[in-house]
């Protein structure tokens, strides 16, 4: 996370946002599993297990959207399609 999301002041990782004090550590916390989710989709798409593959994908999808995310998501797709 770059900004706060209530203020828009840059975070720089930290867990609570230094212009208005908001406490972003939950945040912080699913932007990591996300993270984690979209890793281990990588490396079940490496073991060729694209269902599972398909599955974390989803999963970091539904914790953060993110632009990354959404290009797996769709190569992933591509490849079940086949």
Known sequence: M???P???ARVAGKS???RCKSDLA???RLEAQADYYLQWAVCALARREIQKAG???RYAAHLQN???TAALAGFIDSLSDR
């Open 6 to 8: 209530v203020c828009r």
């Open 66 to 68: 993110t632009p990354l």
């Open 26 to 28: 939950g945040l912080l």
């Open 55 to 57: 599955e974390l994908c």
């Open 16 to 18: 609570v946002c230094r």
């Open 2 to 4: 770059e900004r706060c």
